[in-house]
């Protein structure tokens, strides 16, 4: 693996933004993996800022998201989907039909997990993986558990996720339960993964993850086994890695 030293998240932020800017600049038609949450919102940000120059063009990109909860619609404001929509594509020259995100409101697990790993195997495989981290470990929503789990599942969020998420929520009892994610497999068979770590709340994680066993209990460390890793992170999220890495 590789590690990035980043002074802080907006350093950390344009940083990752680099990269996937050289991804798309050197492959227009590029897959790339997407994340949701906190983490990534500064290098959407920092993205739509270079598009908007005429700096990346991502008319030819096509995306595939890690994971949607199970229960809200695309349009729910919540959702993944709505996320994405509102904090990414609306806003570069992306195709909509070129982006992809799990269909939380299909009940039937095994239609949509198949589906979805078709989609995947379809458009070749991801390029470029862009992965946070839960300060339990999970990445997508693989959550700590005992075995690593391949392909696109759906999973049942842990205490500390539906915690960790209800800063989104009006209350912690609307954070749906269930999510479909990306597994093990699809994130690692990315042909680049690179992971954004920021602040003190993520420092555990990224010790356990990075300075200690590869294990299905903190999923991250499975990150370690990939050939082509990057961890961006910055000061307050190395703080207990030290020189360790
Ligand atoms: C979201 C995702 C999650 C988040 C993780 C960190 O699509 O895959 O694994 O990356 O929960 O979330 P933030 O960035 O909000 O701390």
Same mark, same amino acid.
């Given at each position: $693996?590789?590690?990035?030293?980043?002074?802080?998240?907006?350093?950390?932020?344009?940083?990752?933004?680099?990269?996937?800017?050289?991804?798309?600049?050197?492959?227009?038609?590029?897959?790339?993996?997407?994340?949701? =949450?906190?983490s990534?919102?500064?290098?959407?940000?920092?993205?739509?800022?270079?598009?908007? @120059?005429?700096?990346?063009?991502?008319?030819?990109?096509?995306?595939?998201?890690?994971?949607?909860?199970?229960?809200?619609?695309?349009? &729910?404001?919540?959702?993944?989907?709505?996320?994405?929509?509102?904090?990414?594509?609306? &806003?570069?020259?992306?195709?909509?039909?070129?982006?992809?995100?799990?269909?939380?409101?299909?009940?039937?697990?095994?239609?949509?997990?198949? @589906?979805?790993?078709?989609?995947?195997?379809?458009?070749?495989?991801?390029?470029?993986?862009?992965l946070g981290i839960g300060?339990?470990g999970h990445i997508?929503?693989?959550?700590?558990?005992?075995?690593?789990?391949?392909?696109? &599942?759906?999973?049942?969020?842990?205490?500390?996720?539906?915690?960790?998420?209800?800063?989104?929520?009006?209350?912690?009892?609307?954070?749906? @339960?269930?999510?479909?994610? $990306? =597994?093990? *497999?699809?994130?690692?068979?990315?042909?680049?993964?690179?992971m954004?770590a920021?602040?003190?709340?993520k420092?555990?994680a990224v010790?356990?993850a990075?300075?200690?066993?590869?294990?299905?209990?903190?999923?991250a460390?499975? $990150?370690? *086994?990939?050939?082509?890793?990057? *961890?961006?992170?910055?000061?307050?999220?190395?703080?207990?890695?030290?020189?360790?890495?």
């Amino acid at each position: $693996m590789r590690l990035i030293r980043a002074k802080d998240y907006q350093d950390a932020s344009r940083k990752v933004a680099n990269i996937i800017s050289a991804q798309v600049i050197l492959k227009p038609d590029c897959v790339l993996g997407l994340a949701t =949450g906190s983490s990534p919102l500064g290098a959407y940000s920092q993205l739509i800022k270079w598009c908007e @120059r005429g700096d990346v063009d991502f008319s030819k990109t096509k995306t595939v998201n890690l994971d949607e909860y199970v229960g809200l619609s695309a349009d &729910h404001d919540q959702s993944y989907s709505y996320f994405m929509h509102h904090n990414f594509f609306d &806003h570069i020259n992306i195709d909509p039909s070129n982006t992809n995100l799990p269909n939380g409101l299909e009940m039937d697990d095994a239609k949509e997990c198949a @589906r979805y790993d078709k989609v995947i195997r379809d458009l070749g495989g991801v390029d470029l993986q862009l992965l946070g981290i839960g300060a339990n470990g999970h990445i997508g929503f693989n959550e700590p558990t005992v075995e690593f789990v391949t392909g696109t &599942h759906r999973v049942d969020l842990t205490a500390s996720t539906i915690a960790a998420n209800s800063r989104f929520f009006e209350n912690e009892s609307m954070v749906p @339960r269930q999510a479909y994610t $990306m =597994g093990m *497999l699809d994130i690692m068979q990315a042909r680049r993964v690179v992971m954004i770590a920021t602040g003190a709340n993520k420092a555990q994680a990224v010790y356990d993850a990075f300075c200690g066993p590869v294990t299905p209990q903190m999923p991250a460390s499975i $990150m370690q *086994l990939h050939p082509d890793f990057v *961890l961006v992170a910055d000061e307050a999220a190395l703080s207990l890695v030290g020189d360790k890495l």
